[in-house]
């Protein structure tokens, strides 16, 4: 018996050194996706945190406009009221504010803050702003239950060395304290959050590479482009489907704005649908925003709704339109009524996955088409962009309707057919109805695809083409340049490019 175990490793030599070598360069890739990026990153220096606290009338404060003080008091009238906080010599990474039980506000805190490296006083100036359509610069507070009352917590993405807290129209707070998460070294704290960004990026490539030359190991005469695409097309939509359960839930830009206004469209009465409607507040979304070690307590799956306070006045979104959703509309047509908060998650999830599932099945047919780029693929397996296509908003039509307009187009080089000339002018036309007018020269693709030599009078048709685009262009430039005057965007506009 040994010596017939001896013949079959002698006979299967090749193959038994080509699986060992691909399982070490998969335990390699494992290695460098997960293990390496932690060891790196605990050699970045030291870069925590310390907490100052301060009473109501000790704190720091200064610049109070419309805000009524009483001794700890802080009230507001019928308008948004405001104050700067400062700490000196000091930056800030996370505001609290505590407020006692006998206090009264509605769960909307913004918050403006001045990064450290800011030193111009117009630039500081318009990033205080707390109404200006364009200044990024902002976050709101969440609502949290304590002892005592409850407390407003803001964290910021990046140090700042000053902030300008927004108080709600008709409220009444007392204060009880104010507290400021602060980095002992600023530089050190801001350097080790992109070292740790960068590695764990690194990492990940790194080990994707070491697994594809370990299936190229195990199978080199089957590795032909066709299944390189294919193992790259498998890796991509595994990473997608990471993002809908890994990526927290409204993390998108204003996601729960979107949200909303998705729910108004297409499910009626969703404003009394109370978990479904206030999913952004239970879920807490701004407690995990910028802050990868926060966590989230698991009671929040069990609320009731005396527990949460629900918001009740419905939201738009200005730029959208009755088509900006149909991951939702698909959804909320579907879904019967949400009546706790585990089927507001699941309503929530659908959301997410319907786009994957539409995305999946146009890379799947241009695949099978031998009609699918790498640099689909790359500009795909890019975290931002697999963010923009999952979370609840206008840039996910735009997205699916550009990929598949892209695909469509490549698919039409190779073989021209009626069908595929009609889908390429529906998605670039769902593409350019997302988000008006940002993709009007997506059209450029249909136009090219154009069989101009079959029509006898080619030329005249391209001229009047050529005109009626010109017009369209213009009433569109007017059309948008109305829109910003009745929104006041044009006067932030102006700000921004002057800043």
């Known amino acids: ?24 360069l998969a335990l390699c890739g494992l290695a460098f996706s997960w293990a390496w990026p932690s060891f790196v990153e605990g050699g ?122 927004g108080v709600p129209p008709h409220s009444a707070v007392r204060v009880i304290w104010l507290e400021v998460v602060v980095p002992r070294d600023p530089k050190a704290w801001q350097s080790a959050v992109e070292h740790q960004r960068v590695y764990r ?93 926060a966590h989230v307590s698991p009671t929040l799956f069990r609320q009731t709704a005396s527990e949460i306070r629900p918001i009740t006045e419905p939201k738009r979104v200005n730029y959208a339109g009755f088509y ?15 009546q706790t908060v585990q089927e507001a998650w699941v309503f929530y999830y659908l959301c997410r996955l319907v786009p994957v599932v539409v995305l999946a099945g146009l890379l799947y047919w241009a695949w099978r088409n031998d009609t699918l780029p790498a640099l689909a693929l790359a500009i795909l397996s890019s975290p931002y962009v697999q963010q923009q296509c999952v979370v609840v908003s206008t840039d996910t039509l735009a997205n699916l309707s550009a990929l598949a307009a892209g695909l469509c187009w490549l698919a039409l080089c190779r073989d021209w057919s009626w069908g595929k000339y009609t889908l390429l002018w529906l998605a670039t ?37 050529t005109a009626l685009l010109s017009i369209l262009v213009l009433l569109l430039v007017w059309r948008g340049y109305q829109a910003m005057q009745r929104v006041h965007v044009a006067e932030q506009f102006r700000q921004q490019w002057q800043f």
């Open 1 to 24: 018996m040994t010596v017939h175990f001896t013949r079959a490793m002698e006979h299967n030599h090749p193959a038994i050194k080509r699986w060992g070598l691909a399982c070490l």
């Open 44 to 165: 970045l220096g030291d870069s925590g945190v310390q907490v100052r606290r301060w009473y109501a009338r000790q704190a720091p404060l200064s610049n109070f406009h419309q805000v009524i003080l009483l001794g700890d008091l802080i009230a507001t009238d019928g308008w948004l009221g405001s104050f700067d906080l400062a700490p000196p010599s000091e930056s800030i990474l996370e505001v609290r504010l505590y407020a006692g039980r006998q206090s009264t506000c509605v769960p909307d805190w913004p918050l403006a803050w001045v990064p450290v490296e800011v030193t111009d006083a117009d630039w500081e100036a318009f990033s205080l702003n707390l109404e200006a359509f364009l200044n990024t610069h902002r976050v709101r507070g969440e609502l949290e239950s304590w002892e005592e009352g409850f407390r407003v917590v803001w964290r910021l993405p990046q140090p700042a060395r000053k902030v300008r807290i």
């Open 201 to 293: 990026l690194v990492g990940l490539v790194l080990g994707l590479a070491c697994l594809l030359v370990a299936a190229m190991v195990i199978a080199p005469h089957g590795c032909t482009t066709q299944v390189l695409r294919g193992f790259l097309l498998a890796m991509t939509l595994a990473s997608f489907l990471l993002t809908v359960f890994w990526l927290p839930p409204f993390q998108g830009p204003d996601e729960q704005d979107h949200w909303r206004d998705a729910l108004s469209r297409y499910r009626r009465n969703a404003v009394q649908e109370t978990f479904l409607y206030n999913l952004p507040e239970i879920a807490g979304f701004d407690r995990v925003r910028w802050r990868a070690e």
């Open 324 to 338: 900006s959703y149909p991951a939702v509309a698909v959804v909320a047509f579907l879904f019967p009524r949400v």
């Open 429 to 465: 036309l769902l593409c350019f109805l997302a988000k008006p007018p940002i993709y009007a020269l997506l059209f450029a693709l249909p136009l090219l695809a154009t069989p101009w030599r079959r029509f006898p009078m080619r030329f005249p048709i391209l001229l009047g083409i």
